[in-house]
Antibody, heavy 115, light 106 residues
Framework: EVQLVESGGGLVKPGSSLKLSCVASGFTFSSYGMHWIRQAPKKGLEWIALIYYDSSNKYYADSVKGRFTISRDNSKNTLYLEMNSLRSEDTAMYYCAKLGTTDYWGQGVMVTVSS | EIVLTQSPTTMAASPGEKVTLNCLAS?????MNWYQQKSGASPKLWIYGTSNLASGVPNRFSGSGSGTSYSLTISSMEAEDVATYYCLQLSSYPPTFGSGTKLEIK
């Protein structure tokens, strides 16, 4: 059974940092590009970052570029999202996902940025 | 960045009614994926490659389109289809989602 399990969310103050993790199982994690997608409360889905299977390329949405860093450790089947200089508008449910013909999403982890 | 515009934003359909959801891209894309998201749940891939149903999706759903215009059609609305549907393009970076269509039942 495929599982993606996110962790590391929580309530933080503006300007703070947070690092999310996503542990994958049930598929060959090291063979696929992985994404982070977020959804603000009662809003739509926003793609924010992609990392290639071998970490050779990384892409970011303009809204997070320069503040967020995506990374992965294929030996641990784990995807990361390091978030710095957090703003109130970063408040959202964060999902890790493998997108494509076969498509897997985690259950999401909530990040709340508030003073 | 390719902007995806979904219409309508919200709609209500009666059981048995045919439903069409639209997704318009600001530039041509090779294909479109569609997701279904129910309240409190993660999105689920519903249609991939414009017209291919994901595993377990009822065959009352279909997808079509090309270039800048894509659609998801339900041939006969059922109560379990109540959800928000999003289109997603992966043809061009960055990937972009449409803003969603919330589908309700009358």
């Amino acid at each position: 059974e495929v599982q993606l399990v996110e962790s590391g969310g929580g309530l933080v103050k503006p300007g703070s940092s947070l690092k999310l993790s996503c542990v994958a199982s049930g598929f060959t994690f090291s063979s696929y590009g992985m994404h982070w997608i977020r959804q603000a409360p009662k809003k739509g889905l926003e793609w924010i970052a992609l990392i290639y299977y071998d970490s050779s390329n990384k892409y970011y949405a303009d809204s997070v570029k320069g503040r967020f860093t995506i990374s992965r450790d294929n030996s641990k089947n784990t995807l990361y999202l390091e978030m710095n200089s957090l703003r109130s508008e970063d408040t959202a449910m964060y999902y890790c996902a493998k997108l494509g013909t076969t498509d897997y999403w985690g259950q999401g982890v909530m990040v709340t940025v508030s003073s | 960045e390719i902007v995806l515009t979904q219409s309508p934003t919200t709609m209500a359909a009666s059981p048995g009614e045919k439903v069409t959801l639209n997704c318009l891209a600001s530039s041509s894309v090779s294909y479109m994926n569609w997701y279904q998201q129910k309240s409190g749940a993660s999105p689920k891939l519903w249609i991939y490659g414009t017209s291919n149903l994901a595993s377990g999706v009822p065959n009352r759903f279909s997808g079509s389109g090309s270039g800048t215009s894509y659609s998801l059609t339900i041939s006969s609305m059922e109560a379990e289809d109540v959800a928000t549907y999003y289109c997603l393009q992966l043809s061009s970076y960055p990937p972009t989602f449409g803003s969603g269509t919330k589908l309700e039942i009358k």
